[in-house]
């Protein structure tokens, strides 16, 4: 029973295999691949992909960078433009149908964009804050550079079902968040190559871990697509550190996705 909370299938490098990955990673033993939307065309393809395969969970956001569109320029990728304000009301129609079961990505960045988008960022965050908590969804949360300030926007909403994806910020920041609000942490893959990732499967609370691969990125293996199976690894490494065996890893793990997905 392992799980992928945060990934990306509806990525444009798998488009000519999609359904190969999905049906390799249901045989590996994932029951859940949560799927993450970025903006209107990966949220309508997640919500296909979702009626296609129960192993589907679907997840609607808008990445931050997205959420500034209109305001954004001079990045080395291309960011669409479209009406923030209508996808939000799309979100929660699909949220109060019962149609969703997480809001993410969503959230704050500091890395790609400037100061001159904050206040437009937190408004967007904000709005898909209040979504989640009408419908008791948890948030599935990119933060980059601006994890204290993410922290203080869900304290003062009294958010409580959060998961911070890929977590780059300070570890003693992620572990007291984990032990005052019972907040969760999703690992990605190359755990094993990353030392700040490893701390925390060390030392966070064992109820507060989830195994994530952001998949295409974040390979284990430089230089390969990630995939969904490779939350295998996480799990082998999380029982390693802990001198667990590898079922109450994989069992422990899965429990905490219930618990915050509110899966029976």
Not at 12 to 22: A, G, S
Not at 111 to 122: H, N, S, V
Not at 166 to 186: D, E
Not at 242 to 261: G, I
Request: negative net charge; aromatic residues 8%; proline residues 5%.
């Amino acid at each position: 029973m392992y799980v992928d909370v945060h990934t990306h299938l509806t990525h444009e490098t798998f488009k000519d295999d999609l359904v190969p990955v999905i049906k390799r990673s249901i045989a590996s033993g994932l029951k859940a691949i949560v799927v993450n939307g970025l903006e209107p065309k990966s949220n309508r393809h997640i919500l296909k992909l979702s009626e296609q395969y129960p192993e589907i969970i679907p997840a609607l956001g808008i990445y931050p960078i997205d959420a500034v569109n209109g305001i954004v320029q001079d990045l080395p990728f291309p960011v669409a433009k479209f009406d923030v304000d209508e996808e939000i009301d799309f979100i929660a129609q699909q949220a109060s149908a019962g149609k969703i079961k997480a809001i993410g990505e969503c959230g704050l960045d500091g890395y790609w964009i400037k100061e001159d988008t904050f206040r437009e960022q937190e408004r967007v965050f904000e709005k898909l804050i209040d979504i989640a908590q009408a419908n008791s969804l948890p948030l599935i949360i990119h933060t980059r550079k601006l994890e204290k300030r993410a922290m203080e926007i869900l304290e003062h909403h009294q958010v409580e079902k959060v998961d911070f994806h890929c977590y780059g910020g300070k570890v003693k920041l992620a572990l007291r968040a984990a032990q005052q609000h019972g907040w969760y942490f999703s690992i990605p893959a190359n755990a094993r190559k990353n030392q700040a990732f490893t701390k925390l499967l060390q030392e966070l609370p064992e109820e507060c871990i989830l195994t994530e691969t952001d998949a295409p990125y974040l390979s284990p293996i430089q230089g390969e697509r990630n995939e969904p199976n490779r939350v295998i690894g996480t799990i082998d490494y999380l029982a390693e550190l802990r001198s667990w065996d590898v079922e109450k890893a994989k069992n422990m793990v899965w429990k905490n996705y219930q618990t915050l997905f509110s899966i029976t």
